[in-house]
């Protein structure tokens, strides 16, 4: 008997251990711990083999700037602020907080990424990094984002050591006459490193509308990018898509097979009957879980949360919600969460939104820039309408070394991936592509 039940062990491990492997296409870390952290500036930071044992330990997100020391020396601007009627310029201390953010920080972070192998893809994904990022992996320079508020990601497929232990190294650098509030300094957001097959949907890759919302049926449309080999056709591929509700419940299902021409995307099309709709009373979610096959192998699996709702901006009468006249009662609100700083510290901004929903609030407006995908994910789920906010300047410039420095080489970079990134989110219902932009009077410029 004791020989048979162990067979039946052995024997359920090995039908269910195909499932597992399968299960692991996509693997997605997140790096907090084992970070060192320097203030100190150098080239031979960036070297693999450089020694950061005597460097600050850290756990990110890590916002340095707000330990202080404040001080009335800290980031003095001498600027004519228009918005209150100055004509001149002048000495503003303090306006940006008091507190130490102007310099370079430097990050190290030592790791292993076991599922990463020949044939396989890696993604570094940065939430947020102020400001001027530069990502070196194992001493080789990946990547560059100038603006610190946006989420952005990098192929780190060709510096990686498979099999080994790697290294990323990443310098950030606020300057003087930046910013006209605080905005914090450092990996202030998290950082994630995601391992794919050779065949997969790249970071924000879907794209997911509700074309049609009623109280009997809504319908729902899902456009899912794919990479693929170079020698690989996309005819090769299929999806299979099912929409679950909140209790995981598929509602809807479909299955597309890959064309012989044109670019690979999917374009599925589903129905769910009697929809539970998204709103600030009732923040329904569903989710869109998409598996990528090549023949009968699993390449890839992704989800999209989303939520079915309905918006129209009718003239002289008002935002409509879910085909119902809905007033905003919102806020502007900063990033950074006061004594805690600008890290995206999740308990920290839902206590923000339970206060402002307590106060009667439905709205907030992420004033003046890009917002922490843990805001967005709690209005989501908390029920929380949001309008995702840009950029604070265009071409003309409010401080010294403000955004306008880099806004023809970067501005459509850093809209696409606002765009790509929170597309699907349903508390996103209006965006902002600036803030009090005086470009808007200059002539044609604006």
């Given at each position: ?151 952005f990601h990098i192929d780190a497929t060709p510096y990686l050591k498979a099999g080994e232990e790697n290294t990323l190294a990443v310098r950030l650098e606020n300057e ?271």
């Amino acid at each position: 008997m004791k020989k048979h039940r162990a067979s039946g062990i052995i024997m359920a491990f090995l039908m269910v251990f195909p499932l597992f492997a399968h299960a692991q296409v996509r693997v997605r870390h997140t790096f907090e711990k084992g970070w060192k952290f320097s203030r100190e500036d150098n080239k031979d930071f960036s070297r693999k083999e450089y020694d950061d044992a005597k460097w600050q330990s850290v756990v990110v997100p890590h916002d340095w700037a707000i330990y202080g020391p404040f001080s009335i020396n800290n980031d003095k601007q001498h600027v004519a602020i228009a918005q209150d009627g100055q004509k001149e310029a002048m000495e503003h201390a303090g306006r940006t907080g008091g507190l130490p953010f102007v310099g370079v920080g430097w990050y190290r972070l030592k790791f292993k990424a076991p599922e990463f192998a020949s044939g396989r893809k890696a993604t570094f994904v940065f939430d947020g990094a102020m400001s001027h990022a530069r990502i070196y992996i194992n001493g080789e320079e990946a990547g560059y984002w100038p603006y610190g508020y946006n989420s952005f990601h990098i192929d780190a497929t060709p510096y990686l050591k498979a099999g080994e232990e790697n290294t990323l190294a990443v310098r950030l650098e606020n300057e003087t006459e930046s910013s006209r509030w605080y905005p914090g300094a450092g990996l202030y957001r998290n950082v994630h490193l995601v391992i794919n097959e050779d065949a997969f949907i790249p970071t924000w890759g879907t794209q997911l509308t509700t074309p049609v919302v009623k109280k009997e049926y809504a319908k729902i449309v899902l456009k899912t990018r794919l990479n693929i080999p170079e020698h690989k056709a996309f005819s090769d591929y299929r999806i299979v898509t099912e929409l679950k509700d909140r209790d995981g419940k598929v509602v809807a299902s479909g299955e597309k097979q890959g064309t012989a021409h044109g670019i690979p995307l999917f374009e599925q099309a589903f129905v769910v009957n009697a929809p539970a709709l998204w709103s600030p009373d009732s923040p329904t979610l569903y989710s869109a879980v998409s598996k990528i096959y090549e023949g009968s192998v699993l390449k890839d699996e992704y989800t999209t949360p989303f939520g079915i709702r309905s918006i129209e901006i009718i003239p002289d009468k008002g935002f409509y919600l879910n085909g119902e006249r809905t007033p905003f009662k919102g806020v502007c609100n900063h990033h950074d969460l006061g004594p805690l700083g600008a890290v995206a510290n999740e308990a920290g901004i839902r206590r923000q939104i339970r206060i402002l929903k307590d106060m009667g609030c439905n709205a907030i407006r992420t004033s003046h820039n890009m917002p922490a995908p843990e805001l967005i994910r709690a209005c989501d789920e908390m029920g929380m309408m949001v309008m995702a906010e840009s950029f604070d300047e265009w071409k003309a410039a409010k401080v010294q070394n403000g955004y306008h420095k880099i806004f023809d080489r970067w501005a459509e970079k850093d809209l696409v991936n606002l765009l790509h990134q929170y597309r699907n989110n349903p508390s996103i219902v209006m965006w902002c592509i600036g803030n009090e932009v005086p470009d808007q009077w200059n002539g044609d410029r604006g």
